[in-house]
């Protein structure tokens, strides 16, 4: 991993290596994840920080009769704000992240993000804005959910899956999943 592409897409991080956590970087794990795969199992300890230096994570509820609604989406510079909660709460993981596409990331043990947090205040204000972002996506999922038009949510989703140069190719399974919704209800 270059230090300097971890620093880039996650600059709190640069204050603490240069007050000697040059450690932290060197306590980081880099991990590639195949599309399909879980990063976190539903009920999983969380023993790591997790951020994405690229591809595309879906973190998502199932339900015990099946249902799935994705929560979100974490992309590169975006920490994955259940994995901070559990972390800071001793919680276990309540969803699953899979990998949508091939993903790079990086895990800081548990011991290491708790350090960092301590004493670093521009590490600590980007793992709280980003719960905080994470807080408000979330409330706008269940505003949506409950109180939204299925129709006017599917058109906001097919028009962000939108490419003018290449058609739109998603199943209606993979829509139902995304809008937490019946196939049918598509």
């Known amino acids: 991993m270059k230090e300097s592409d971890l620093f880039e897409k996650y600059p709190g991080l640069l204050e603490f290596y240069h007050l000697g956590g040059s450690k932290l970087v060197d306590a980081m794990r880099l991990i590639t994840v195949q599309p399909g795969k879980a990063l976190y199992q539903h009920g999983q300890a969380c023993e790591h920080y997790l951020l994405i230096l690229s591809g595309s994570v879906r973190v998502q509820k199932l339900s015990e009769k099946g249902q799935v609604i994705t929560l979100y989406h974490l992309v590169a510079g975006r920490a ?15 969803a699953e992240a899979v990998a949508e596409t091939e993903v790079h990331a990086i895990l800081i043990p548990k011991a290491d993000f708790q350090q960092a947090l301590a004493v670093l205040p521009d590490f600590r204000n980007f793992v709280f804005s980003s719960i ?12 949506d959910v409950s ?40």
Request: proline fraction near 3%; hydrophobic fraction near 40%.
């Open 80 to 94: 994955c704000e259940l994995t901070t909660t559990c972390l800071l709460g001793g919680k276990n993981y309540p």
């Open 132 to 143: 905080d972002k994470g807080m408000n996506d979330l409330i706008g999922l269940l505003e």
């Open 147 to 186: 109180f939204g038009r299925m129709d006017s949510r599917l058109a906001r989703r097919l028009l962000q899956l939108a490419d003018a140069a290449h058609p739109i190719a998603v199943t209606h399974q993979d829509l139902a999943e995304e809008l937490g919704t019946a196939r049918e209800g598509i």
